[in-house]
């Protein structure tokens, strides 16, 4: 089992304003470069479901993928959501910090007999898919039963035979998963000694005490690997929202990887109302002209979730 949270001392719980404590919410933003209008929209997606329900948002710095992460860029994001008017409650926790609760759930998987060592390098695995034909990117099992002998592990990976996952998501509707025709047994402890992002976010929300996860729907098909992981380590699965992603015109997620541009936090209405158009929410063009508290209080009063868009792409205006 993992520590109860009302044990972890680490998220600062206990300096919390009175609030909602039945509704907490986060945002989970990797510092991977500077944000950018795809990430605005999530941000405030899940900032307003949790503020009209007078609720906790919480800040959780995702840097578990270290050699991904971009010097300076967690302290500016951090800068950027202040920027924004996007407060948030208690203190940020880091993933580059929780290395000890990673290890005790997958101490706790392996416990349970579902983790298991895969010596398999990238290659071996792609030539074992090809070599029977199955799906590109789905472990074909080699390691399930039985370790080579005389082979190192290299990763962790999670048995996921006889998986099938449905969840109801509030925008996007129900949405099932075969996880092992689907993706496979995946990898919890990567190659190079980190714990994979799957397993961090399940501890994280688990210790957290999040309700509700609004996300953007480029991570919809790994919330059933997560309600899989929550199950097996006997913590609550929270209800999911899954926003609609920001494209470009080609079609292309607005991401730091794609350089989307990034958006000036020294005139922030602008981006906030179209972000806020964008989720379906009817912002009158006054908007543009109000201060920053008088934007969200009308933003916090007039949100509707129902009229977010159910689609898991909308090209950016
Ligand atoms: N860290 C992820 C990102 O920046 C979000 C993960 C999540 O919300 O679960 O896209």
């Not at 510092?31 to 800040?59: E, I, K, M, N």
């Not at 920027?83 to 409650?89: S, Y």
């Not at 097996?232 to 991401?255: E, R």
Request: charged share 20%; glycine share 8%.
């Amino acid at each position: 089992m993992l520590v109860p949270y009302s044990s972890c001392a680490l998220c600062g719980i206990f300096k919390y304003p009175a609030s909602n404590m039945d509704y907490i919410g986060r945002f989970a933003p990797s510092p991977t470069g500077p944000l950018h209008f795809g990430s605005l929209v999530a941000a405030v997606g899940s900032f307003l479901q949790a503020r009209s329900q007078d609720g906790l948002w919480l800040v959780r710095m995702e840097d578990v993928d270290r050699p991904r992460e971009v010097p300076s860029a967690a302290d500016a994001i951090l800068r950027w959501l202040e920027a924004f008017g996007l407060h948030w409650d208690g203190k940020v926790v880091y993933q580059s910090r929780r290395d000890e609760a990673y290890s005790a759930a997958l101490r706790e998987l392996e416990r349970l007999g579902i983790a298991y060592g895969c010596v398999c390098s990238r290659k071996e695995v792609a030539d074992a898919i090809t070599a029977i034909g199955g799906t590109p990117g789905v472990y074909p099992g080699n390691c399930r039963t039985a370790t080579p002998v005389g082979r190192q592990a290299r990763t962790v990976r999670v048995n996921v035979a006889g998986q099938q996952i449905t969840f109801e998501d509030q925008v996007q509707g129900t949405l099932a998963q075969e996880l092992e025709c689907d993706v496979g047994d995946f990898v919890i402890r990567r190659a190079d000694g980190l714990f994979a992002y799957q397993l961090a976010v399940v501890v994280d929300d688990a210790e957290q005490g999040i309700t509700e996860v609004v996300r953007g729907s480029d991570l919809i098909d790994s919330t059933p690997r997560q309600i899989y992981l929550q199950r097996l380590l006997g913590v609550p699965t929270p209800s999911y929202l899954h926003l609609p992603v920001v494209v470009d015109a080609s079609g292309q997620k607005l991401s730091k990887q794609t350089h989307a541009p990034p958006i000036d936090p020294l005139t922030p209405l602008a981006a906030l109302v179209r972000a806020l158009a964008l989720l379906g929410q009817h912002p009158p063009t006054e908007l543009l002209r109000v201060n920053l508290d008088e934007f969200w209080r009308w933003a916090i009063e007039h949100w509707e979730a129902t009229h977010i868009p159910a689609v898991k792409k909308l090209t950016c205006p």
